[in-house]
T-cell receptor
């Protein structure tokens, strides 16, 4: 398996523009997670899905952030409009099933977002 | 309010010596703990875990210790190798839930 795939790997945009980050989870995984990593706050969970349904979006910082999972093999995280403080590395992760102690999350390589 | 705390942003250890990374947590309901390792330009990868019913789990050079009364866990790497230089994230998991709460990470430098 290719693992979790994220695109783009790097994104540089200007303040006010819309940004869309993409993720393809590992085939067969039931859960998909979006994280944001910053120096100040470390690794924060933004939202996660179970079987394509959003379960908890309490980590989404503002209404400017939205995430969708139209099918089991694809998810997007959108920021509209983007702001400089959104600059971070965004990770997508998937797992077969949580709530079971042997399950772990598999992370993608991340998207480094820079908003000028 | 951080529920999982890694108070040392960085740590330098001589190659061949023991590396000890520490983690504190505030929620006594956490019942499973994990360590992830992250290299630059890559996503975190799972390293080792421990259930709250245990106080030690060992996997090769890596050992995790859990002290529930102190709400503290630590990762020991013996002996430390150059390839261990990375950021290490401590994480905790609430039983019956789906979310993992991560700490901010500790950057480990293994010195030659």
């Amino acid at each position: 398996d290719a693992g979790v795939i994220q695109s783009p790997r790097h994104e540089v945009t200007e303040m006010g523009q819309e940004v869309t980050l993409r993720c393809k989870p590992i085939s067969g995984h039931d859960y998909l997670f979006w994280y944001r990593q910053t120096m100040m706050r470390g690794l924060e969970l933004l939202i996660y899905f179970n079987n394509n349904v959003p379960i908890d979006d309490s980590g989404m910082p503002e209404d400017r952030f939205s995430a969708k999972m139209p099918n089991a093999s694809f998810s997007t995280l959108k920021i509209q409009p983007s702001e400089p403080r959104d600059s971070a590395v965004y990770f997508c992760a998937s797992s077969l099933k949580t709530g079971v102690v042997t399950d772990t999350q598999y992370f993608g390589p991340g998207t480094r977002l820079t908003v000028l | 309010d951080q529920q999982v705390k890694q108070n040392s942003p960085s740590l330098s250890v001589q190659e061949g010596r023991i590396s000890i990374l520490n983690c504190d947590y505030t929620n006594s309901m956490f019942d499973y703990f994990l360590w992830y390792k992250k290299y630059p330009a890559e996503g975190p990868t799972f390293l080792i875990s421990i259930s709250s019913i245990k106080d030690k789990n060992e996997d090769g050079r890596f050992t995790v210790f859990l002290n529930k009364s102190a709400k503290h866990l630590s990762l020991h790497i013996v002996p430390s190798q150059p390839g261990d230089s990375a950021v290490y994230f401590c994480a905790a998991f609430l039983g019956g839930g789906d979310k993992i709460i991560f700490g901010k990470g500790t950057r480990l430098h293994i010195l030659p």
